[in-house]
Structures are given as C-alpha cells and as structure tokens.
C-alpha cells in the first residue's frame, strides 16, 4: 500500500511498477526504531540489499568464473551487529564529511567549529553519535525499464555532530536490469555554508567476506599522485608522485607484494588518498579510479566515479570480528576504495573544495562494475 502515490488519491489508479524492488522489516536498532532492508538484483547474477540504517550495503552478491555467487563485501546478518563496537563503518553512507578533520576544527566564514575527536586526536567520519552511518533513514524504492532503485533521504538538523546548516541528504543505489553494476549517487543541499564529503565504506573480499586475507588480490589505481600525511593520517598538504614508492599501482600488482613496507607507518599498511588522473575528455561524467581482481574467485571490480580522490584501505584494522554467519574478519582480510574528495580538505586551501553553499547542490556518482577474468587465450 505504501507505493500507491498520492496520485492514487486523487482518483488515478497508479500502483507500483510491477518490478519495484523487495522490501523487508530487518529489525530494529536498540531504541526501538525500526529498520528496513530493499533487494535489488540485476538478471545478470548480482543482488545488492541495502538497510535504512546508514543508509547502509549489508549484502552483494556477485557471480565467480564458474558462476557461483557469494556475497563479497563485510557485515552483520543483524542491526545488532551493525551497532557494535566491532562495526569499522561496514558498507555504510559515510558523512557529513568522510575520513579525517585534524584535530576536528575548522572555520569557515571566520567562525570556528569543534567536532567530536573520535579518532584521537582527530574527527573520522562525520562524529560519534548522529554521523550518516548512525541514523535511520527514509526509503523509497523504485523502478523503471532500465533496473531497480533505492533513494534514501535523510535531514541533518542544523549543528548536528557539530557542523553548521541544515544538510538534506540523498543516497541512490541503482543496479541495471542487464549488468553486474551498483551505481550509488548523492545529492545534498543546505541552508547554511558547510563541508560536505559522501562516500559509501564497502569492504570488499572478492573471493567472498570471511575469506583469508586480501594480499594476493591485484589492484590498479588511476593515480600519479597521492596526499602524503602525518601519523596520525591528516595530510601534511603536499601532493607528491607515487613513483618509487609502494603506492605506485599504476600498473596493477598484488596488494601484499609491497605492504610490508607500510607496516611499520601510522597507517599500519596501505590507507592512503590517491588524487585521481584528469578524466578523459569524454562524455561520460565518470572517471576510471580503480580495478580490483581476485585471481582465486576469478571475480573483478571497476570502480569509476566523478570524485577527484580514492581512499585506498587495506583493512589494517580489522581485528578478526565475527560478522555474517559467523566468519571471521581477519586483518587485512578486505580491502575499501572510497571514492571522494581528499582528507582535511576544509584546512587546505590547495584541495578541490568541499564547502557546499546555499543556493548549491552537491552530485556526485560512482560506479562499481563486476566481472570476470577473460581467460587467457590459448
Ligand atoms: C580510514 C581508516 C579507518 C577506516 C575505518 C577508513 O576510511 O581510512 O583509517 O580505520 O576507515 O574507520
């Protein structure tokens, strides 16, 4: 009955379109608020089940080389999971302002704003208490000749987690009828000047959540250049080459083949923004950022966005939490590509801008594509 649009009302028949994608109760968090999950699947072998708190991936499904699917990406089988302390961000919708603030200040329009320090000493993520991942959001699922949808929309209140302005958010997750793609795409609007920097947090086992570590997975990244930082991750501002360094995936390579050089840093291993190459003058709005394969599973991600940086994690610190029929996520054991724009960008005037303005809209949208690996020709 919910799908009926108020055009029913006015005496127009207009019922769900007969596709429109399965929704289901999926509990409710611990003060009682209740929680939701949609199905959305391609006829080509992908599922993807999205939650209404956080805005959250709970499950993909991506078919393997023999056409086995397994569910590729961490998480919970519960909203008990998800409110954890186990939970790192699992495939949530990630703000106001994803990664990290220095020291959680900044001013802008010569006031100066404090937030909460909950990667000491610095802000991760967009709070501790009311960040995107955190709340419950409204839903509207939705279908047209091209696929199935999800539009998640939820109003920060002014001042909440500490930034200024009413931010009204919306997330859409959107899978083709014909295709292994999950495109997710944000709008944001607000009344007051504020950061804004959306990303989703997938963490991502081709080979199926649970498996052993992801150092033999391959990556390539569509990047000469990164953001150095400190120790504790804030970037010192400077945008130097990855050459020589083992940030150079340029060409694709094993993830674990240089890892170890990293160990030993504040990172613990790879956790670092790479400024993404100039797209291509074409008309797509999308820019390659990244290809991820499994050379086990078979199974490959292409990751394409309008974002100017990727957050490349390896998982450092998964601590071997028990998540989705019980597996154990082991260190390294998954790896997150955040498309978005770079850490702490509100303290450096040399970063693409993250301010949203009254009178503005944010967009952004990134692609991520499964396949396989082509065998190789005899
Ligand atoms: C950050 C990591 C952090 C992880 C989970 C990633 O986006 O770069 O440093 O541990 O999120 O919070």
Redo the contacts with the bound molecule.
Sequence with gaps: MRQICFLALLGFPLLAHANDPQVDDFGSTQDGTAVEIYTLKSSTGLTAKIMTRGATLVQLHVPDKDGKSEDVILGWDDVAGYESEDN??FGCSTGRV??RIALGKFSLEGKEYSLATNNEPNH??GGAERSLDKVVWKAKGYSNDKGQGVRFTYVSPDGEEGYPGELKITVTYFVPADANRLTISYKATTDKATPVNLTN?AYFNLSGAGSDTVLDHMLQLNADTYTPTDET?IPTGTIDSVEGTPLDFRKIKKIGARIEKLTNTG?LGY?HNFVLNPKPNDDSPFNLAAVLRDPASGRTLRISTDQPGI?F?SGN?LKGQKGKSGKTYAHRSAV?L?TQHFPDSVNHENFPSTILKPGEEFKSSTQLSFGIIKPKAE
């Design positions: 790192q961000y994803c990664n991760l993520h947090h991750l990172a956790d957050q994690y610190f997150c955040e």
